[in-house]
């Protein structure tokens, strides 16, 4: 990392002792960014320096900052490999396999990319960044299957995006975290728990309500079914996403220190990377901004239309693939850092990862797809079938009682792992039939005689 008084970089980078006191610490890291920055490393600009020309020395140290900034840089060359593999016709269950490991370092850089920006634009323009960045690669996968038609696949991995997110990260995080502190008493503040879960709430009624209202109309309505369900998912979609715009205003503006409490706990002296100043300029985050969307989103291209072969070549159906492998992949950066810091007893920063993201998903990420596919001419409901949305609800219940007390131990923890790995075994002997899908999504099964049931 560049220290305070690090010479004037040309190019759009720093210049030493340029930036205010406000600016640098009042940027506002959200447990996102702590969490993606516990997988960060300081570099090592010593040789960097010694380059002359200023025009060169400005470009190293961004693609010192970008590539070797970071302890998932050996994950890498996968984004290389992936893009060779689709051009020279590999077998396509290896592209898949290769834009899945690809998407792993280039997520956790977003994070750092916009937490650049976010020390130049300010807490609330850069709170907002993340509010939008932080599940990218989920929201460019799922424009991407939308655009080929994939509605089962898009369904499936934003489920499996929340329930990876509040079982397996968060029991992970309370297993570990429990193990590692048994003779301390592990707690934190409820009060941000209480806000994510209310809106978990709501998310899952706006998810039942097409399911139950399809379920509940006779057969002899089926063409009225399928177009009020479509309307009632459309509806429910706005609603949710003006109550994320008034979680945003909550969380960024009247109600911040419920948020960044756990800023003030960390002491930054132990092996996560504390940054007090950006070390890219902010022309230079942008432009890397704009680049690594680019790349994201051409391996999400790649994952979307490798999916079926992978599921072939493994043996595997496309649900596990969507709602278990798809996030955990993909966000394997942030969860890692939310294990790490449970670890060191710091449960508000773990919490604020893992209810976070799913709130995010839950709340944006899902109703916005499915405004897109109305956009698209595509129709996207809300219903996600039985199974997956009955998971959904039972995954955010026991989730919110076992955060009802404000406390954690182990055995919390290991009760939402085996919630995740019996869910998991569900999906993975589950085999939908490839020409009973579309019809499954539209709520209408054809049988054998031609009759169509709701």
């Not at 320096?49 to 900034?69: A, P, Y």
Request: with cysteine.
């Amino acid at each position: 990392m560049a220290s305070a008084g690090y010479e004037a970089l040309e190019g759009g980078n720093l210049k030493g002792g340029a930036l205010s006191k406000e600016m640098r610490h009042g940027h506002g890291r959200t447990a996102h960014n702590m969490s993606s920055s516990s997988l960060r490393k300081k570099s090592d600009l010593t040789l960097v320096s010694k380059v002359r020309c200023g025009l060169l020395r400005s470009l190293l140290t961004n693609l010192q900052e970008i590539f070797l900034g970071t302890k998932l840089f050996v994950l890498f060359p996968a984004v290389p490999l992936a893009i060779a593999a689709h051009y020279f016709k590999f077998g396509r269950a290896w592209v898949f396999a290769l834009s899945l490991l690809g998407l792993t370092p280039l997520a956790e850089r977003v994070s750092f990319l916009t937490e650049q920006i976010a020390y130049y634009t300010g807490p609330t323009v850069g709170g907002l960044l993340n509010a939008t960045c932080g599940n990218a690669t989920e929201l460019i996968i799922a424009i991407f299957a939308l655009y080929g038609g994939k509605i089962e696949v898009v369904k499936c991995s934003l489920v499996g995006s929340i329930l990876s997110n509040l079982l397996l990260v968060l029991g992970t995080s309370l297993l570990c975290g429990g193990l590692a502190n048994l003779r301390k008493e592990q707690s934190f503040d409820r009060k941000q728990a209480d806000v994510n879960s209310g809106l978990l709430m709501l998310g899952a009624l706006c998810h039942m309500l097409p399911l139950m209202f399809r379920h509940a109309i006779s057969s002899g309505e089926l063409t009225v079914t399928t177009v009020s369900t479509l309307e009632l998912s459309r509806a429910c979609s706005i609603v949710m996403l003006l109550a994320y715009i008034a979680y945003l205003f909550f969380q960024l503006k009247t109600h911040r220190q419920l948020f960044e409490s756990q800023e003030q706990e960390d002491d930054d002296n132990d092996d996560v990377t504390s940054e007090d100043e950006p070390v890219i300029g902010l022309p230079s985050a942008l432009a890397w901004l704009l680049g690594m969307t680019i790349v994201i989103a051409v391996l999400s291209e790649y994952v979307v239309g490798t999916i079926e072969a992978a599921s072939e070549s493994w043996g595997i159906s496309v649900s596990f693939i969507s709602i278990i492998l798809l996030p955990i992949v993909g966000n394997a950066a942030e969860h890692a850092g939310a294990i790490i810091f449970a670890f060191k007893n710091k449960l508000d920063i773990t919490l604020g990862v893992s209810l976070g993201s799913a709130t995010q998903v839950s709340m944006f990420v899902v109703p916005l797809s499915v405004i897109v596919a109305w956009i698209m001419g595509i129709q996207m409901d809300l219903d996600f079938k039985l199974l997956e949305t009955g998971s959904l609800l039972l995954a955010i219940l026991v989730t919110a009682f076992t955060l009802q007390d404000g406390t954690s131990h182990y055995l919390k923890g290991f009760v939402l792992l085996l919630c995740y790995i019996v869910i998991g075994a569900c999906f993975f002997v589950l085999k939908t039939p490839p020409n009973q899908t579309n019809d499954i999504n539209l709520g209408v099964l054809t049988t054998k005689s031609g009759v169509t049931e709701a």
